[in-house]
């Protein structure tokens, strides 16, 4: 059988990887500054990590949701804890498309409506309400279609009252940092506003936190720079350091009832172990500052770099906007200064999202790569 082939791929194959470095299989080393989408946050093959899920696949792997698993009880707290959200209930799966999907149906069950607001340029998964949550024509099927689903832009909150006073939608959900789209953001007041409309109208906010989440901004949620109270959490990526774990947290007024949301997989023994393990490790290592003040590095190292437009986002989920499409450039940056960066929807911008460990060592390196890949382009023009 041969492979669903739906992935452009680079021509690179990692068979080892440590903390913010990947080894392919000729033994070349690379400085990983995407973390395979903004998945590795403690970084690689951390041996707190790797001891916490050798030790659980020794015991228990898995067992269903018909049963106590106090490693989800465990998990809540910390959680909780960890995030400021501690009266909030927890609802694991696996993915971030997941987390979204629970997230949108929860909200139409609580509210007993059906139509959505998301914003040009978001990125939400690429199932079913997820998809169509997704501004992106090309990922969404006639079957995603069917969904109700009204994008406005950013920023603008006259349009979302205007929508919001037609007394249909169920839910509001946003980056507060769009992650594939490039970087773009709202500001505080939208966000306030935003969070008070919600409020009026009695539609759901759900803050797509899948990326942005588990410190990689500099706080623990992105959209508490804000100092908003969502209804709903959604995260995913850095949760899991590379295990596929996914959850929504939910505000207290949302009332569960058995049967309402439910999988197979979401919330297994070494799921919830991993994603212990990557919070006892933000927390020994104090990831969450490390995020923020090597990510104020980056922006003061990055104002060097020539034919950039703007440094966009905060602590280490990061957007370099050039003059110029980077798709060249990404690859030059691979295969000659071996340093993985990453794409977005806005094809000027270079992401750079590497794990919340790394220092300023490989900031440098990547400045200093990232310059000698222009001069070399501007002497080839
Ligand atoms: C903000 C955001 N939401 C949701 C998703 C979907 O997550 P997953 O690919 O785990 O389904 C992504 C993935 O890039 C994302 O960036």
């Given amino acids: 059988m041969k492979l669903f082939d739906v992935y452009p791929l680079y021509d690179v194959e990692p068979v080892k990887a440590y903390d913010c470095t990947v080894v392919d299989k000729n033994g070349t080393t690379y400085l990983d500054l995407y973390g395979g989408h903004a998945v590795i946050s403690i970084g690689h093959t951390h041996p707190h990590y790797i001891k916490r899920l050798k030790e659980q696949v020794d015991n228990i792997g898995f067992y269903s949701n018909a049963v106590q698993n106090n490693l989800q009880v465990q998990l809540a707290e910390k959680l909780g804890k960890l995030s400021g959200y501690d009266d909030y209930q927890l609802f694991l799966c696996n993915s971030g498309a997941e987390a979204n999907e629970n997230a949108l149906k929860l909200a139409s069950f609580h509210t007993g409506k059906s139509r959505v607001i998301a914003f040009e340029n ?86 797509d936190e899948v990326q942005s989440g588990f410190g990689r901004t500099g706080k623990f949620f992105a959209h508490q720079y804000h100092g908003i109270t969502p209804d709903i959490i959604s995260i995913a990526k850095g949760m899991g350091n590379g295990f596929p774990v996914g959850g929504i947290m939910i505000a207290p007024h949302i009332k569960p009832s058995y049967g309402l949301l439910g999988t197979t997989f979401g919330g ?38 020539p034919r950039v437009d703007k440094i966009k986002g905060k602590g280490l989920m990061l957007g370099l906007e050039f003059d110029f499409e980077v798709g060249e450039l990404r690859k030059k940056m691979i295969y000659d200064q071996h340093i993985f960066t990453g794409g977005a929807m806005n094809k000027k911008v270079l992401r750079i999202l590497p794990p919340l460990t790394i220092g300023k060592k490989e900031i440098d390196r990547f400045v200093k790569a990232l310059q000698s890949v222009l001069v070399e382009q501007k002497e080839s023009v």
Avoid: W
């Avoid at 997704?134 to 969904?147: E, F, G």
């Avoid at 919070?279 to 060097?304: C, P």
């Fill in 122 to 207: 978001a990125f939400h998964g690429r199932t079913s309400a997820a998809v169509a949550a997704t501004d992106n024509p090309k990922i969404n099927a006639p079957l995603n279609n069917q969904q109700d689903v009204t994008f406005l832009p950013l920023n603008q909150i006259e349009f979302v009252k205007t929508e919001l006073e037609k007394g249909d939608v169920c839910a509001v959900i946003i980056e507060p940092i769009q992650g594939v789209g490039g970087l773009d953001e709202g500001i505080t007041t939208f966000f306030t506003e935003l969070e008070t409309l919600c409020n009026k109208f009695g539609a759901v906010l759900i803050l």
């Fill in 268 to 305: 297994n023994h070494l799921a919830c172990v991993a994603t212990l393990s990557v919070l006892e490790v933000i927390e020994a290592e104090n990831l969450i500052d490390n995020a923020k003040n090597i990510g104020e590095y980056f922006v003061s190292q990055a104002m060097k770099i």
